[in-house]
């Protein structure tokens, strides 16, 4: 059974850089079926998606914050890390990793959906 | 951005009802929609994809429709395990996007 486990600090200061690790289990995160995608939720509001990698390296980012993320996936450790740089309070989330595969083909393109998500890990942005 | 608009965000139900959310798409997604479930404190749980399939391991009791724009999620005979938070999400376009989400709560 696969599980998806997120690690990290719990309080990062402001303008510093957030960074997380997604450790997996029970699978080789080195396959072409799945990538791995970041979601985070601020208490009491929706959930946003921040990005996903795949086994190639190629990524998909959320534009809203794409030059502040970056995903990347070390497949010797079966792991994926999220950074986020320059954070504010607005950044304050549960931060969750979580894997999508393939349900659906075009000719055009593959069609991912999530089917494993972690616990995810909280992290406050306070001075 | 495709935004995701969820109905009701809350409701109350008793053991035994059957319950609909209905989530709409800004803009037509084909049937490229899924489900999920988010209990406090726990991971959430994929519940369907594809509008309508089940993700393996999902009992029958739940059920999606639509196309589209308009899509919705049925739970039939709740159980005091399926009060929750149910979420739906778009995957036909990125950036992916989440409805605000729907608590389903014991009357």
């Known amino acids: 059974q696969v599980q998806v486990q997120e690690s990290g600090p719990g309080l990062v200061k402001p303008s510093q850089t957030l960074s997380l690790t997604c450790s997996v289990s029970?699978?080789?995160?080195?396959?072409?079926?799945?990538?791995w995608n970041w979601i985070r939720q601020p208490a009491g509001k929706a959930l946003e998606w921040l990005g996903r990698?795949?086994?190639?390296?190629?990524?998909n980012y959320n534009p809203s914050l794409k030059s502040r993320v970056t995903i990347s996936i070390d497949t010797s450790m079966n792991q994926v890390s999220l950074t986020v740089t320059s954070v504010t309070a607005a950044d304050t989330a549960l931060y969750t990793c979580a894997r999508d595969r393939v349900v659906g083909a075009t000719r055009e393109r593959y069609y991912y959906h999530i089917d494993v998500w972690g616990k995810g890990t909280t992290v406050a942005v306070s001075s | 951005d495709i935004q995701m608009t969820q109905s009701p965000s809350s409701l109350s139900a008793s053991v035994g009802d059957r319950v609909t959310i209905t989530c709409r798409a800004s803009?037509?997604?084909?049937?490229?929609l899924g489900w999920f479930q988010q209990k406090p404190g726990k991971a959430p749980k994929s519940l369907i994809y594809?509008?309508?399939t089940l993700h393996y391991g999902v009992p029958s009791k739940f059920s999606g429709s639509g196309s589209g724009t308009d899509f919705t999620l049925t739970i039939n005979s709740l159980q005091p395990e399926d009060f929750a938070t149910y979420y739906c999400?778009?995957?036909?376009?990125?950036?992916?996007?989440f409805g605000g989400g729907t608590k389903v709560e014991i009357k």
């Open positions: 803009q037509g997604i084909d049937k490229y």
């Open positions: 029970g699978a080789s995160i080195d396959s072409v079926s799945f990538c």
């Open positions: 999400q778009q995957y036909s376009s990125y950036p992916l996007t």
């Open positions: 594809g509008a309508s």
């Open positions: 990698v795949c086994n190639t390296g190629s990524t």
